[in-house]
T-cell receptor, first 114, second 116 residues
Framework: DAMVIQNPRYQVTQFGKPVTLSCSQTLNHNVMYWYQQKSSQAPKLLFHYYDKDFNNEADTPDNFQSRRPNTSFCFLDIRSPGLGDAAMYLC?????????????FGPGTRLTVL | KQEVTQIPAALSVPEGENLVLNCSFTDSAIYNLQWFRQDPGKGLTSLLLIQSSQREQTSGRLNASLDKSSGRSTLYIAASQPGDSATYLCAVRRVGTTDSWGKLQFGAGTQVVVTP
């Protein structure tokens, strides 16, 4: 089945230790998104890629970076995780940006910062 | 600025009752609205997507209505089951401009518990 896969599902890191989260998709979608979701809150968009074109949200901290080496894979790098970065990180894809860009989500990676 | 609100934040119903979940948004300039389900510690599963020109969308026991002019959407789940226990989020897709390109704006969700 075509899908969005995130690895690992659970990640524990230490304060200040860099961490990379992975997302892959078999849908062959042009757009990939990264969201941060803290407990009982709405998902917050961090950035997205349209093909190789990277778009950062204005309020995304510099501590968060992303790479998309090819259509199928996208990575989220957190350079120096703080306690406030503990959250669920969701990857999503869509065929196009808008207007009818239904997004398909992966299962998420739960990040714990000690 | 678009704001999306879901009230109540939590809801508990006995099995068999119909569920009514509310979503309100402040800016009616939307392309569409999407309802998602999220199980604890999991990602989002898309349930229904309603285009701005539609008034409702149905899938099995689920029915979602959209009243764009009043900024409201309602998700109905008929004959609820314990397996319907989850958090339900709505998200609106704003009309694209130079800086919004139709991004999804989420509500914080309604946590539903269906008791046997």
């Amino acid at each position: 089945d075509a899908m969005v896969i995130q690895n690992p599902r659970y990640q524990v890191t230490q304060f200040g230790k860099p961490v990379t989260l992975s997302c892959s998709q078999t849908l062959n979608h042009n757009v990939m998104y990264w969201y941060q979701q803290k407990s009982s809150q709405a998902p917050k968009l961090l950035f997205h890629y349209y093909d190789k074109d990277f778009n950062n949200e204005a309020d995304t901290p510099d501590n968060f970076q992303s790479r998309r080496p090819n259509t199928s894979f996208c990575f989220l790098d957190i350079r120096s995780p703080g306690l406030g970065d503990a959250a669920m990180y969701l990857c999503a894809t869509s065929i196009r940006l808008y207007p009818y860009n239904e997004q398909f989500f992966g299962p998420g990676t739960r990040l714990t910062v000690l | 600025k678009q704001e999306v609100t879901q009230i109540p934040a939590a809801l508990s119903v006995p099995e068999g009752e119909n569920l009514v979940l509310n979503c309100s948004f402040t800016d009616s300039a939307i392309y569409n609205l999407q309802w998602f389900r999220q199980d604890p510690g999991k990602g989002l599963t898309s349930l229904l997507l309603i285009q701005s020109s539609q008034r409702e969308q149905t899938s099995g026991r689920l029915n979602a209505s959209l009243d764009k002019s009043s900024g409201r959407s309602t998700l109905y789940i008929a004959a609820s089951q314990p397996g319907d226990s989850a958090t339900y989020l709505c998200a609106v897709r704003r009309v694209g401009t130079t800086d919004s390109w139709g991004k999804l704006q989420f509500g914080a969700g309604t946590q539903v518990v269906v008791t046997p």
